[in-house]
């Protein structure tokens, strides 16, 4: 799931083609017969330049750029009857790592972009996972994207009944947020 593309990635679209523009958050269409060129895909979408603007497709949309579909298995969460609060969580974070910003091949753990995440046990035996996450840029269209993403995979973790992806802005984020892996990948150090 981790492919980075070289410049020479570029396809033409088999199909038309659901897609999101970035960082904008906005649905398109993407046309049969236009050229797409590959710069991340990663965590279950595939982001692509097209026509100078930049746009975020779903890897099960895959086949419109002639590529087969890559979906993911889900990262390993504790079986029934093994579930604790602190397993809960240690799979959330793992499924929150699958989560990437659709412009730098980094995931939004790694970024420094989750602030809190937490189980709580229900009376019935359920979780419901709270997590608390920031952006790169309060103006980024795709926050609600990648907080709804977050919770969609929050919520395929057997024993979560549900998930909330609160978007904070304080303290805002900041470069120094980031893993060192994560600064060591884009060059900063």
Partial sequence: M????GETDSRVLQRECAAVSVPWGKPETLEEGSYA?????????ITVMSGGNLYRID?????????EPQLAAAPPAPAPGEQTSESIERAAWAQLATCFDPEIPIDIVNLGLIYACTAEAQADGSFRLAVSMTLTAAGCGMGTLIADEARDKLL?????????VKLVWDPPWSREMMSEAARLEMGMF
Wanted: aromatic share 4%; no cysteine; proline share 3%.
């Fill in 37 to 45: 060129l590959i710069t991340q895909r990663l965590g279950g979408s």
């Fill in 59 to 67: 890897e099960r949309n895959a086949d419109a750029l002639g590529l």
């Fill in 2 to 5: 981790g492919d980075h593309y």
């Fill in 156 to 164: 395929t973790i057997p024993g979560v009944a549900e998930a909330e």
